[in-house]
């Protein structure tokens, strides 16, 4: 695949202070990288300077093979940028705003019109079309600046917070429409929500305190949780003491923890290594004899891993 997004040795400091540090990676046509990061780990100044509105201290970026600082223009013109906040003029009603980009991008007569009717069709704001923006909510105004980012159908997308404001329907259309788009671009997508990973990226990066902590896919990601394959198994009541010895038995049960219910137990078990423990699982209740009401796999959660990354001592970038 074609790579679209080159950033080589990234870095940004701010007198003593660094917030970026030696950051690389590539971005080929196709992919979709979610950027996580705590508040302040320099997501923002990253994608500032990829988009070319921030100058980097050191390293190079390039978009659609044109370096960012040496051809700025060409650069802007291969890609759409959603920044923080969705910056716009109040004053302006979303139908002459995106006529007014749609101008500054260079089109004209029916062109124009073509780009702008595609643009606010995509995304659902017909019903806000005449209002003045200052009296928008936030989640309108957000779809006004993901309007702007996507009206000249660039190769490339930098979104930073595309769904904040967005009620579950909304974010539900702005995922819906990434997913509809992904294979003809490539795209960054910065993000607090990680379910938003879930959904539309094929790659994860995580970067804290300025660092790369982490690149890989949602699944490598997922990998990265200690308690991956954990299950939950929930019998009648009875002798919770040796239920657990015995399940601590099994080869590659790590640990067992145990909850009482009304007339149940509930026992979570850690596997080692994240194994799949199911199967010897069933095999130790049907030969127990036990009455299971209820065994699954618990899921994965997305955010306990992100806080096990960023709140580690260790800085080394995981892969």
Known sequence: ????????????????????????????????????????????????????????????????????????IKVKAALGYLPEGA???????????????????????????KRVQQAVA??????????????????FKRRVGLAQAILHDPDVLILDEPTDGLDPNQKHEVRALLQSMAKDKAIIIST???????????????????????????QELEAQSKVRNAVSLVLESGDTKEVSRKLEQLNQVASVQTQKRDDTVKYTIIPKDGKSI??????????ENWTVDEMHVEPVKLDE??????TSESQEVRT
């Open 192 to 218: 607090h929500i990680l379910e938003e990973v879930e959904a539309v990226c094929t790659r994860a990066m995580i970067i804290s305190r300025g660092e790369l902590l982490f690149d890989g896919t949602p």
């Open 87 to 113: 910056p716009t003029y109040g004053d302006m009603t979303p139908n002459s705003f995106l006529e007014f980009i749609a101008e500054i991008r260079g089109y004209k007569g029916e062109e124009k019109q």
């Open 1 to 72: 695949m074609e790579t679209m997004i080159d950033v080589q040795n990234l870095r940004k400091t701010f007198g003593s202070f660094v917030a970026v540090s030696n950051i690389s990676f590539q971005l080929k046509r196709g992919e979709v990288l979610g950027f996580l990061g705590p508040n302040g780990a320099g997501k923002s100044t990253a994608m500032k300077m990829i988009t070319g509105f921030l100058t980097p201290t050191d390293g190079q970026v390039s978009i659609c093979g044109h370096d960012v600082t040496d051809e700025p």
């Open 305 to 310: 891993v992100f806080r096990s990354i960023t």
């Open 122 to 139: 995509t995304t659902n704001l017909e019903s806000v079309l005449h209002k003045p923006i200052e009296t928008l909510s936030k989640g």
């Open 278 to 287: 199911v199967k010897d699982l069933a095999h130790l209740c049907r030969s």
